[in-house]
């Protein structure tokens, strides 16, 4: 599939749920340098590493003006249920409407495991630049030391 925003375009603009209820999109951080990670489930192990991974550097996120935000399917409740049991900081978004976000980003695809298909989320981050544009991208992304590398990108740019 080409149509998947790629660096340079706009970060589509679509409102996730926060576990709180709230509404968030790209948007709101116009002006702000903000990195999107999405995963593929809460409490999963690769999941819970790569979000206290972003969640132990996000003071120096913040220091450096960058904002955080990862996405999975998972409701708002099991959000919050897998804040709390980890203790995390980085800000999760529900991305559970069909036809969202992640859709619209082309990484909710189909994946096979086990001879098993079924559609599940690829694990991609987006560093997005103040003006909105995606400034660089991580595909299919190895959990090991990822959130210190999206860090020294965020700081570059």
Not at 68 to 92: E, Q
Request: net charge neutral.
């Amino acid at each position: 599939m080409n149509n998947k925003p790629g660096v340079g375009d706009p970060f589509p603009d679509i409102a996730l749920e926060t576990p709180d209820g709230a509404g968030v999109k790209a948007s709101d951080f116009a002006g702000r340098k903000l990195v999107v990670f999405f995963y593929p489930k809460d409490n999963t192990p690769g999941c819970t590493v790569e979000n206290i991974d972003f969640s132990t550097l996000k003071a120096e996120f913040d220091a450096a003006g960058v904002a955080l935000l990862g996405v999975s399917k998972d409701s708002p409740k099991k959000h919050l249920n897998f804040i709390a049991k980890h203790g995390l900081a980085a800000p999760l978004a529900s991305d559970a409407e069909e036809n969202g976000l992640s859709d619209a980003l082309g990484i909710w695809t189909e994946k096979q495991n086990y001879g098993r298909t079924y559609m599940g989320m690829v694990r991609t981050t987006y560093l997005i630049g103040p003006d909105g544009r995606i400034a660089r991208v991580w595909n299919k992304v190895k959990v090991k030391g990822h959130a210190a590398e999206v860090l020294e990108a965020a700081r570059a740019l």
